[in-house]
DNA sequence: ATGGCTACGATCCGTAGA
């Protein structure tokens, strides 16, 4: 089975990326983030009409999840249970004896701000619940914009974003958490090039000068790990007319 | 020097992203 996740700022603005990059990435499942649709408007016809099973969760303007499939999408659920958040922000489905967990964590503004202190409690319920999940699930996977660089590998001057937003020694520990649960981050099972990011500032030529940050990331329970042949991240369509602020991240298992 | 893009929903600027 081959995940992605892609953070498309606007599913809107998108679509054709959307379609196309798929067509030729061939992903089974694919978890997209920043939909920015309420539901009633979320594009499911055209989506179809490609092959796609469609699930989303979705609100206007802001956040908003969605999970693509090849084959069905089966015991779909929104959210953090236990969490009163009114933002689309979490959904997960079963697929191929898979459960995946399609997460947009918050992007927390700035450190100290009320957004971080969101972010961090936020962190924490997703810790609760993904261990919960963890229990329930030999094979799980987690993939999304986590808005976190783990490492300073992952950032492209690690100097300079040091104590800042997405690199916040609070944050990684908060991802460090995750990843405590036993979860894998199925990027850093393979050898990767120097500067690999998913993410580049719309601004000052970033993506050109791959002034980036890796940030999207997908995580996999033990056993689903262990059967993860490949991950990489594909900057091709970051470099497309019009493109998101991420490129998608690509996880191969042999299931 | 706090800008620099992009998307959205409201108007022709503010909020939010990262």
């Not at 489905?93 to 898979?98: I, L, M, N, Y």
């Not at 594909?234 to 299931?255: C, I, K, N, Q």
Request: charged share 25%.
């Amino acid at each position: 089975m081959r995940l992605a996740t892609w953070n498309v700022n606007s599913i809107k603005v998108r679509l054709e990326q959307v379609l196309a990059w798929s067509a030729e990435a061939r992903p089974d499942v694919l978890a997209l983030q920043e939909t920015k649709v309420p539901d009633e408007q979320f594009p499911r016809e055209p989506l179809e009409a490609a092959g796609w099973h469609v699930a989303f969760h979705g609100q206007r303007a802001y956040n908003g999840v969605a999970l693509l499939s090849r084959e069905p999408l089966a015991d779909v659920a929104a959210g953090i249970p236990g969490l009163d958040d009114d933002q689309a922000r979490v959904l997960a489905a079963t697929v191929s004896g898979v459960r995946v967990v399609c997460v947009y964590v918050p992007n927390g503004e700035a450190v100290g701000s009320e957004k971080y202190a969101y972010k961090l409690r936020w962190m924490a319920a997703l810790r609760e619940h993904l261990a919960e999940l963890l229990r329930a699930h030999p094979l799980l996977a987690v993939a999304g914009d986590f808005n976190v660089a783990p490492e300073p590998r992952d950032v492209h001057d690690p100097l300079v974003w040091e104590g800042r937003v997405l690199y916040s020694e609070p944050e990684r520990e908060a991802f460090r958490a995750l990843l405590a649960l036993g979860l894998c981050d199925t990027f850093r099972r393979f050898d990767q090039p120097e500067g690999s990011f998913s993410w580049w500032d719309y601004r000052m030529r970033a993506f050109q000068r791959n002034m980036g940050l890796r940030i999207d990331h997908i995580l996999a329970s033990p056993e689903l790990c262990e059967r993860c042949t490949a991950c990489r991240i594909d900057r091709t369509p970051r470099g497309w007319e019009r493109p998101s602020d991420h490129a998608p991240v690509v996880a191969d298992f042999d299931l």
